[in-house]
């Protein structure tokens, strides 16, 4: 089981932390007269999602004995107007660089990823589409779906 805890510290400022005590800054909506200096919440899932994903990707090349030499993975998230204001579509683009790395095996390890092993995909997958492409060595090499639209309709059911 996960613990954390949330402190206030002041205007729209958080600090949270793991059970080990490692602290993360998190802010709200800027009050007037602050300036933001924090992530807020929502900014924390989607990179939370880019860091469950780049783990399995770089963990899964690395088993597969893949010469990887970068990878960078750009997010972005679309939210509706109204509450609850969810991640309904989600992009990302996975930028992998590597002599010799096969495309088709870096397909493979982020389709892994996106469709089996990363948590935090999962879990937005309930709300949004999750759209993502596959660059190696600067050509893009895929395009898939997962989350909602892999389930094979509009709203998940």
Same mark, same amino acid.
């Given at each position: 089981?996960?613990?954390?805890?949330?402190?206030?510290k002041?205007?729209?400022r958080?600090?949270?932390?793991?059970?080990?005590?490692?602290?993360?800054?998190?802010?709200g909506?800027?009050?007037?007269?602050?300036?933001r200096e924090?992530?807020?919440?929502?900014d924390?899932?989607? $990179?939370g999602l880019?860091?469950?994903?780049?783990? +399995?990707v770089?963990?899964?090349?690395?088993k597969?004995?893949?010469?990887?030499?970068? $990878?960078?993975? +750009?997010l972005e !998230?679309e939210?509706?107007?109204e509450?609850?204001k969810v991640?309904?579509?989600?992009r990302?683009v996975y930028r992998?660089?590597g002599?010799?790395l +096969?495309?088709?095996?870096?397909?493979?390890?982020v389709?892994l990823?996106?469709q089996k092993?990363?948590?935090?995909?999962?879990m937005i997958?309930r709300?949004a589409v999750?759209?993502?492409?596959v660059?190696?060595?600067g050509?893009?090499?895929y395009e898939?779906?997962a989350?909602l639209? !892999?389930?094979?309709?509009? +709203?998940g059911s």
């Amino acid at each position: 089981m996960r613990h954390g805890t949330v402190r206030w510290k002041g205007g729209s400022r958080y600090v949270g932390a793991n059970d080990l005590g490692l602290e993360v800054p998190l802010q709200g909506a800027p009050r007037e007269g602050e300036r933001r200096e924090a992530p807020s919440p929502k900014d924390l899932v989607l $990179l939370g999602l880019g860091g469950c994903t780049a783990i +399995d990707v770089v963990e899964i090349l690395n088993k597969m004995r893949q010469p990887l030499g970068s $990878l960078v993975i +750009d997010l972005e !998230a679309e939210e509706p107007e109204e509450h609850p204001k969810v991640f309904r579509q989600v992009r990302l683009v996975y930028r992998l660089e590597g002599h010799g790395l +096969d495309p088709e095996r870096a397909v493979r390890a982020v389709t892994l990823s996106q469709q089996k092993y990363c948590g935090v995909s999962a879990m937005i997958g309930r709300t949004a589409v999750i759209h993502y492409a596959v660059e190696v060595n600067g050509e893009r090499v895929y395009e898939g779906t997962a989350g909602l639209a !892999a389930a094979g309709t509009a +709203d998940g059911s």
